[in-house]
């Protein structure tokens, strides 16, 4: 355990946006604690990075109680953390009743509880020391409750939720919480939903963005004192257009 370091844990380290904010993290940190369940993808990024950062790879799964475990254990020994971004989901696609449910709590596991334990796990040291960042990866999904993702969207909407009453709760800390919301972004996320039905073909290409810039809005507005982070002004009016929805609902 080492105070002078910068440290921090990112989950679902392996591709996309967890693998881009090790990157972009390197230039901030010492020591970054990378979890998945790829260890040789992670293997790979430590290898990338290692003239910049020191790189832990974690194999965990974090639908497990053991991987959860594995990774709180990591935290003890690494850490305390300066920055812990809960990065690690991915989706189904389809309607509710015609998935199997399997799937449906696999995601509430992995984007609610896995993401809640670590914060959990993390805020102490972080109060005791005033200081630290905590990122959770939500989607613009939170925003637009939509046939098909009715789970996804769900339990990102949870992490909005979790990320402003924690923040609120945690004022005055030195401690910032963000929820970022990308939109469509080029990684590895709809790989799986496209042999469900997605069609991608169907999002103009002025939808989405690249990983890097989604990962660099996120880590700029950092000291903002924003929670709520939707990178790219298209997503920006589509999120508000979701939550006039939901007043038109009321
Ligand atoms: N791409 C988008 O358009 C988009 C938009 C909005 C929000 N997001 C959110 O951004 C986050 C990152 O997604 P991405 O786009 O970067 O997708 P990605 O390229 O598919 O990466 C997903 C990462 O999550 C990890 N992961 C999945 N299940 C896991 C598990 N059970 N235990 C540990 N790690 C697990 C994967 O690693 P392993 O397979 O090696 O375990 C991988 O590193 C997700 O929370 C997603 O919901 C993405």
Not at 90 to 96: A, D, I, P, Q, V
Not at 229 to 243: H, S
């Amino acid at each position: 355990m080492s105070d002078q370091k910068v440290t921090a844990l990112v989950t679902g380290a392996s591709a996309g946006l967890g693998a881009e904010f090790c990157r972009q993290l390197a230039d901030r940190c010492d020591v970054i604690i990378a979890v998945a369940r790829r260890a040789e993808r992670l293997q790979a990024l430590r290898s990338e990075l290692a003239d910049r950062v020191e790189l832990h790879p974690i194999e965990a799964d974090l639908n497990s109680v053991e991987g959860v475990a594995r990774t709180m254990e990591a935290m003890r020994q690494l850490g305390p953390v300066d920055y812990l971004v809960n990065n690690a989901g991915f989706s189904t696609y389809g309607y509710f009743a015609d998935l199997d449910i399997d799937g449906s709590r696999d995601m509430v596991s992995l984007h609610i509880d896995a993401s809640m334990t670590l914060c959990r796990a993390a805020v102490p040291f972080m109060r005791e020391r005033g200081r630290g960042y905590i990122i959770n990866l939500s989607s613009i999904g939170a925003f637009l409750p939509g046939k098909g993702l009715a789970v996804y969207g769900a339990s990102k909407a949870f992490l909005n939720f979790f990320s402003l009453a924690l923040q609120a709760e945690l004022e005055g800390t030195g401690i910032e919480v963000q929820a970022l919301c990308p939109g469509y972004t080029h990684t590895e996320f709809h790989q799986e939903i496209e042999q469900q039905g997605f069609d991608k073909s169907l999002i103009p290409a002025g939808m989405w963005m690249q990983a890097d810039a989604v990962v660099a809005a996120s880590l700029a507005a950092l000291g903002s004192g924003k929670v709520l982070v939707v990178p790219g002004e298209q997503n920006l009016k589509l999120a508000r257009a979701g939550c006039q929805q939901l007043l038109d609902a009321l």
